[in-house]
């Protein structure tokens, strides 16, 4: 008990610290396609390692499933609302004409 | 003396009412309402009612003093901002009451225990095990009612003016959008179960009409958002009938209270009743937001 005790604290640490990577890439990146970036890759990561922490500390079988679950749904949202905005500037950046802002 | 002090509030309540309704301009019936807002929330204070009181001072004069100015300086162009002067003099009092009302409620918070006690001494009569959902459709069923009432007058008011409609009186669509679509086909399924389970939950555990509602408002609304008929898909009369389903439930039950010579909005001990009402209130709220969102996203 004690070994999956460890590891689920090491895991969720770890997505501790990618969670804080990300958070600081949103506040320091200079545009938004990067910091957008930053957001959806490094806490997807983030939250898989506090996922998979989680499962090391699960009692049966359903909690799992759940746990797995919400990691997916959340790497389906965060994903395709990343494209969606950064599509959406893009668009934007196009209809005005401004070569500079498209990340080209 | 407090008695020259009530006197005066209301005589000020009438005469500040009567101006805006006689004010000649919008801008003057905008700064009277706040005021208003300020005066009706210290009628709230002195009638022993500090959460009223506050969220009249923040909802009633704040929040709708700023969504009218917003509202006022999109309607005229030419009219310059507000003056310096004007907002100092209307959001002075304002935050000096609204930090006198939190101050008193912190207090007031400290002290009572509000109806707590009472609603779970009368819970084992409910038809819910869960207290949140038994005072909202059992308890205080006239509340509820109100509410979807006031949502409905909302989407009166959209479908009235039509506003930012497509050719058939109907939001167009949108373009598909390849990313939306492929992520709608993964999360659409899951939206609809756990709105579905949301309502299930509402008897024994946080969840319920409005949550529900809620969540499938949602589904509604991306299905809408990534190019695929939502509520134009479904024929305009069943449209009309899920968004006045949930009032109209209510209006039943209090009929049928009343020929039954009973209180009003009581029901029978059997659960079906108040279940219909919350699945139909369910139905409304979907529908009613679905219509709001498709019409005041701007595209």
Same mark, same amino acid.
């Given at each position: ?12 640490? !770890?997505?501790?610290?990618? /969670? ?7 506040? *320091? ?5 990067? *910091?957008?970036?930053?957001? $959806? ?7 898989? /390692? ?5 499962? !090391? *500390? $699960? ?30 500037? *893009? ?14 | ?42 009628? &709230?204070?002195? =009638? ?45 009092? &304002?935050?000096?009451?609204?930090? #006198?009302? #939190? ?9 009572? %225990? ?5 609603? =779970? ?6 038809? @819910? ?15 509820? &009612? ?26 167009? =669509? ?13 999360? @659409? ?11 299930? #939950? ?10 529900? +509602? ?18 134009? +898909?479904?024929? @305009? ?12 439930? @209510? ?5 049928? %209270? ?16 108040? #279940? ?7 139905? %409304? ?15």
């Amino acid at each position: 008990m004690s070994i999956l005790h460890a590891l689920s604290i090491l895991l969720c640490l !770890a997505g501790g610290v990618f /969670f804080l990577g990300g958070t600081l890439g949103l506040l *320091r990146f200079p545009d938004t396609y990067s *910091r957008l970036h930053a957001l $959806t890759k490094a806490d997807n990561l983030g939250l898989g /390692f506090v996922v998979l922490g989680l499962m !090391a *500390r $699960t009692e049966n079988i359903s909690e799992l499933i759940i746990l797995v679950l919400i990691w997916f749904l959340a790497l389906v949202g965060s994903s395709s609302a990343c494209y969606l905005i950064a599509n959406h500037i *893009r668009n934007e950046a196009l209809h005005k004409g401004e070569t500079d802002d498209l990340g080209l | 003396m407090i008695w020259a002090f009530d006197v005066l509030l209301v005589l000020a309540l009438i005469g500040v009412a009567a101006h805006i309704i006689w004010a000649r301009e919008h801008f003057q019936a905008v700064v009277l309402f706040i005021t208003f807002g300020l005066l009706l929330s210290m009628a &709230w204070s002195r =009638l022993n009612a500090p959460d009223i009181a506050i969220t009249e001072a923040g909802i009633g004069a704040g929040l709708s003093g700023v969504l009218l100015m917003n509202a006022l300086k999109s309607g005229s162009a030419s009219r310059p901002g507000l003056s310096n002067k004007v907002l100092a003099c209307l959001i002075l009092p &304002w935050a000096c009451l609204m930090s #006198l009302l #939190l101050a008193w409620a912190w207090d007031a918070a400290l002290i009572g %225990s509000g109806l707590g006690v009472e609603v =779970l001494a009368a819970l084992p009569h409910a038809a @819910f095990e869960y207290p949140v959902t038994a005072v909202l459709l059992d308890f205080r069923t006239f509340d509820t &009612w109100l509410e979807l009432g006031v949502l409905l007058a909302a989407v009166f008011g959209i479908l009235g003016t039509g506003f930012r409609s497509g050719p058939q009186g109907r939001p167009d =669509l949108k373009p598909p959008e390849p990313v939306g679509t492929w992520a709608l086909n993964i999360l @659409f399924p899951f939206m609809i179960l756990i709105g579905g389970y949301l309502l299930w #939950l509402g008897a024994f555990a946080p969840g319920g009409a409005f949550q529900s +509602g809620v969540i499938l408002a949602a589904a509604g609304v991306m299905l809408w958002q990534s190019g695929r008929p939502c509520l134009a +898909g479904v024929p @305009f009369f069943w449209v009309r009938v899920c968004v006045v389903s949930g009032f109209s439930a @209510f209006l039943l039950l209090a009929v049928s %209270s009343l020929v039954r010579s009973q209180e009003l909005l009581t029901h029978p001990d059997s659960k079906i009743w108040i #279940l219909g009402v919350e699945y139909a209130a369910t139905l %409304s709220i979907a529908a009613c937001l679905v219509i709001l969102a498709e019409n005041c996203i701007t595209k």
